[in-house]
């Protein structure tokens, strides 16, 4: 897999993912931040990341994702989402 990030990129924390290998911080699975440095050797790039809750939160590539809204036609993954009375689970 390839992660292609630069500078200046809004980015959220991987949403399968359980825990970032530095922690949360505070940033949670739904905060967008802006990449402010990339750093390391290609394939375990770590990123120097500007959250609201975080101002320098930093993280491995295979941590981040890309937060934007998706273009028309482009191939999207869906997560389902299951209701159980008041409690509802995500799945994907």
Request: hydrophobic residues 40%; glycine residues 12%; proline residues 3%.
């Amino acid at each position: 897999m390839v992660f292609i990030f630069q500078v200046g990129d809004k980015v959220r924390v991987n949403s399968s993912l359980a825990e970032p290998r530095r922690g949360w911080a505070g940033v949670t699975g739904s905060s967008v931040g802006t990449v402010l440095k990339i750093s390391g050797e290609k394939g375990k790039e770590e990123l120097t990341v500007k959250f609201p809750e975080c101002k320098e939160w930093m993280g491995l590539a295979t941590e981040l994702e890309l937060a934007r809204k998706p273009i028309k036609g482009e191939k999207v993954q869906v997560s389902l989402v299951s209701f159980t009375g008041s409690t509802f689970f995500m799945t994907g």
